[in-house]
Each structure stands twice: as C-alpha cells, then as structure tokens.
C-alpha cells in the first residue's frame, strides 16, 4: 500500500529533464553570468529565459503581465525603493 502511494505521489511531482547538446561555450558563459548576476543556478536561468521566449506565442494580457514580472530584475540589496527614486526623480 505505501510503495502504490509513493508511486502515485511520484507520478505528480517527477518533472521532465531537458539535455542539451552542442551549446557554444560564448552562450553557456553568457548564460552562468546572467545565473551568478541573478543568484541562481544555471538550470533556473535557463528555464526563466525558456518561459519568457515562449511567453511570446502566448496571448492576453495576464499572460503578458507574466512574462514583465518573470524578466523584471531582482533589487540589489542596498538599492533605492520605488519611493526614494520617485521622490529624486520629483526633485528634478
């Protein structure tokens, strides 16, 4: 009974795995930088910039606010709120 559990709870949470080959080594190296820049992994970066070229073929706008919100870059720590760059940007 619980290794047909297991099995079930298996076939929910398996993802497929995406291989690779021929990558140039100018884009792999593009590809960690952007990863390092992001603070995340390699495999992470590479499915973001998957779903944000696929987001392209998808239509409406909710489909569009998410692709904005998945390219926008994250705050560095230490960055100005949206507040203080408001503000600055009033003072002009």
Do not use: C, N
Not at 52 to 77: D, M, S, V, W, Y
Request: overall charge positive.
């Amino acid at each position: 009974m619980v290794a047909a559990m297991h099995a079930y709870l298996l076939a929910f949470v398996t993802m497929a795995v995406l291989h690779v080959r021929g990558v140039p080594d100018d884009l792999y190296r593009a590809l960690a930088r952007r990863a390092r820049e992001r603070d995340t992994s390699i495999t992470a970066e590479a499915i973001r910039l998957l779903r944000r070229a696929l987001a392209i073929e998808r239509t409406g706008q909710a489909k569009l606010i998410e692709a904005i919100i998945e390219e926008r870059e994250p705050l560095r720590p230490g960055s100005p709120s949206v507040v203080e760059l408001l503000r600055e940007d009033r003072k002009r």
